[in-house]
């Protein structure tokens, strides 16, 4: 909706040029904006035979779905009842130049404390698909999210035949427990934290669990429609291999990026990502499980290994028993290599990759162990407590300030220094038997500064410190170019004359392979301060995580905006 005085611009736009004033008038005139209110309150929900008491918004489990289109405002307001400090993050959404609405605690802003409220205002540019919001506060986040759905600008049609239907498909991870108590114990311990005892499909665990039949999640389809799945994998821990029983998925959009179809009957998901899929029912009617489960890459650490179930129902009502598809094995990496290598961005000229790099980064990613004297306070492998880091540093969150208000006003003193390693401080076999002298990282708040518009290369490599395993990294306020993924140490000299730079994937988090590197571009054009981080909740607690600092342009649109006056003091 236009205000009065927009729409008197507009006209004597008008009058200056007509034609360009059209287009300005049309595409004005069809953007909206959208008022939410948010009320983060405590909601009784019965689980796996118990009733508890969880966070949600609005009492809704999963939250509410939000709608709208590419160019459209979001105002969401968000009034904290609960006991818990909260901020709310729209994943994947670039925000540029409104940092001050990414939510990211203590790194965008300070939380809003209980009986406190702030209004999130955002503009969509140039994105459509599938995101989603969350909790960015301690581990709320394992039940306040809900889908954040894009459609394309009127008029404008997907890049694949419409479907008769679209179901967001939420994935998430269920505790029996206070989900802050189990943190809680964790931090505390220094172990590792409970795992789930159920993953849900749109908050429900399904029939494979106890207590939970009848709520199982159905989804009603007609023979020969077909159904656009938004998938979206909320899960705080865990990455998820998901299949729906004798039907194909046909893969068209990652992340909020539409990609070259290809049909698959597997998918796998990593916390933070989404993928949109196809799926046409074209089997006999009746009943069909989708099903979803771990895919879990390090080794000798617990994971809950149990199945999520939801039903595809042809006929309303049916009762017969469906069938139960085939996952991969837990460890099945040959799958999840086979998947993600087929990913191909659709609009190659529209995602142009930077060749010219500026900034060549190199960020070893992984585990750690700190050494503690023993006792209730030590109970990580032999005597120490769980750490992790990028480039040895284990990111701390500062308290009396957020990293972007210390920035913006001039005084980072004694919240943050720019001095983070752009390559690994000490050179070593990441992938191999790495000495013990080498396990334990150092603290703190270290940012590395970008200048606007600088053409970046990130090498993200796993390392073999305490277990190999497969992250999944996401950075704020951009999505990236997934150049090159592959096994052992990244070599430059062998593995850069491979790189995709032609049609890559294109998303706000990728998976590092299990004991393996990634290499991501983007060009640094969102002034602020962005946080980059493993989606795990537990390694983001261990300290798995760094910040960019993305400097002012000297263009009109290249400055950071003034903060909003609500934004919530410390
Ligand atoms: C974690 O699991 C242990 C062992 O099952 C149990 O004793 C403990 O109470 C659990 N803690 C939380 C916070 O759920
Ligand atoms: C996980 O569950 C599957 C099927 O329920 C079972 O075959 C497998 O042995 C389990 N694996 C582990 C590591 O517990
Ligand atoms: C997967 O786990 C099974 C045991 O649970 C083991 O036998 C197998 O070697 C593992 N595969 C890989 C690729 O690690
Ligand atoms: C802990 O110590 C045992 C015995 O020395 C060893 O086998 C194991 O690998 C160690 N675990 C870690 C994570 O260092
Ligand atoms: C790794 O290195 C340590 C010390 O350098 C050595 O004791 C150990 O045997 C090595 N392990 C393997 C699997 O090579
Ligand atoms: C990380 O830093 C600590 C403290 O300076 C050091 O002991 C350790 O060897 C370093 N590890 C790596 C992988 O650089
Ligand atoms: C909530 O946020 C305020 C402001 O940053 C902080 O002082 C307080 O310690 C936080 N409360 C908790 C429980 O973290
Ligand atoms: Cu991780």
């Given at each position: ?16 040029a007509?034609?360009l ?6 595409s004005l005139?069809n ?23 969880i966070?949600?918004?609005n ?26 400090n909260v ?23 300070c ?12 503009t969509?540019e140039n ?7 969350h ?18 600008k009127?008029?404008v ?9 679209e179901l ?21 311990t ?18 494979q ?5 009848k ?5 009603y389809v ?17 990455e ?7 039907h ?54 617990a ?26 094995r ?16 659709l609009a190659p ?35 120490t ?9 284990s ?6 300030n ?8 001039g ?10 390693p752009?390559?690994p401080?000490?050179a ?16 703190g708040?270290?940012l ?26 996401h ?7 997934v ?19 032609v049609?890559p ?9 299990v ?24 390694h983001?607690s ?29």
């Amino acid at each position: 909706m236009c205000s009065f005085n927009l729409i008197t611009t507009m006209q004597f736009t008008c009058k200056i040029a007509i034609f360009l004033a059209t287009i300005l008038c049309l595409s004005l005139a069809n953007a909206e904006t959208h008022h939410h209110q948010f009320v983060v309150q405590s909601t009784p929900v019965k689980r796996l035979c118990k009733t508890h008491n969880i966070i949600t918004v609005n009492g809704q489990f999963p939250g509410p779905t939000l709608e709208a289109r590419d160019g459209d405002t979001l105002v969401v307001k968000v009034i904290n009842t609960a006991r818990y400090n909260v901020t709310i993050h729209w994943h994947g959404i670039r925000q540029m130049r409104t940092p001050w609405a990414d939510g990211p605690e203590y790194v965008t802003q300070c939380p809003i404390q209980p009986g406190a409220s702030y209004t999130y205002r955002f503009t969509i540019e140039n994105q459509d698909g599938t995101l989603w919001w969350h909790a960015h506060s301690k581990w709320l986040r394992a039940t306040v999210y809900g889908a954040l759905i894009i459609y394309p600008k009127l008029g404008v049609p997907y890049p694949f035949p419409k479907p008769n239907k679209e179901l967001p498909i939420l994935l998430g991870e269920w505790w029996d427990r206070d989900i802050i108590s189990v943190l809680r114990q964790a931090i505390f311990t220094g172990a590792a934290p409970n795992v789930s005892d159920a993953y849900t499909i749109n908050g429900q665990p399904g029939d494979q669990y106890r207590c939970s039949s009848k709520e199982t999640t159905k989804f009603y389809v007609k023979s020969g429609e077909t159904l656009l799945l938004r998938v979206i994998n909320a899960a705080l821990n865990q990455e998820l291999f998901l299949t729906v029983a004798n039907h194909m998925l046909t893969v068209v959009g990652n992340d909020a990026v539409y990609n070259k179809p290809f049909s698959t009957r597997v998918i796998m998901v990593g916390p933070g990502q989404t993928t949109n899929v196809l799926l046409t029912a074209d089997q006999p009617a009746g009943r069909y499980y989708m099903a979803a489960r771990a895919y879990h890459s390090a080794q000798n650490a617990a994971f809950d290994n149990t199945t999520t179930t939801a039903i595809l129902e042809y006929t309303k009502g049916a009762t017969s028993r469906p069938l139960l598809p085939a996952l991969p094995r837990y460890n099945d990496t040959n799958t999840v290599t086979a998947y993600t290598s087929r990913l191909r961005s659709l609009a190659p000229e529209k995602n142009k990759v930077p060749t010219h790099i500026d900034e060549k980064l190199f960020f070893t990613v992984g585990l750690g162990l700190v050494n503690c004297t023993p006792g209730p306070r030590c109970q990580g492998p032999n005597n120490t407590r769980f750490a992790a880091s990028m480039n040895n540093v284990s990111f701390v969150l500062p308290r009396r300030n957020s990293l972007l208000q210390a920035y913006y006003s001039g005084n980072a003193q004694g919240v943050y220094t720019v001095d983070f390693p752009g390559v690994p401080p000490v050179a070593f076999d990441y992938t191999g038997n790495v000495s013990r002298g080498l396990w334990q990282p150092r603290r703190g708040t270290k940012l590395y500064r970008l200048k606007y518009g600088s053409r970046v290369q990130i090498v993200l490599q796993d390392t073999a410190i305490v277990s190999t395993e497969d992250h999944p990294v996401h950075l704020h306020g951009y999505h990236f170019h997934v150049v090159g993924q592959g096994f052992g140490n990244f070599n430059p000299s062998r593995d850069a004359a491979g790189f995709n730079l032609v049609d890559p994937p294109v998303r706000n988090t990728i998976n590092v392979p299990v004991g393996g590197w990634a290499v991501i571009r983007f060009v640094a054009d969102n002034p602020g301060v962005w946080l980059m981080h493993c989606h795990i909740d537990s390694h983001l607690s261990w300290g798995f995580a760094m910040a960019f600092v993305v400097e002012n342009g000297k263009g009109k649109l290249q400055s950071v905006e003034a903060p909003p006056p609500d934004l919530p003091p410390c």
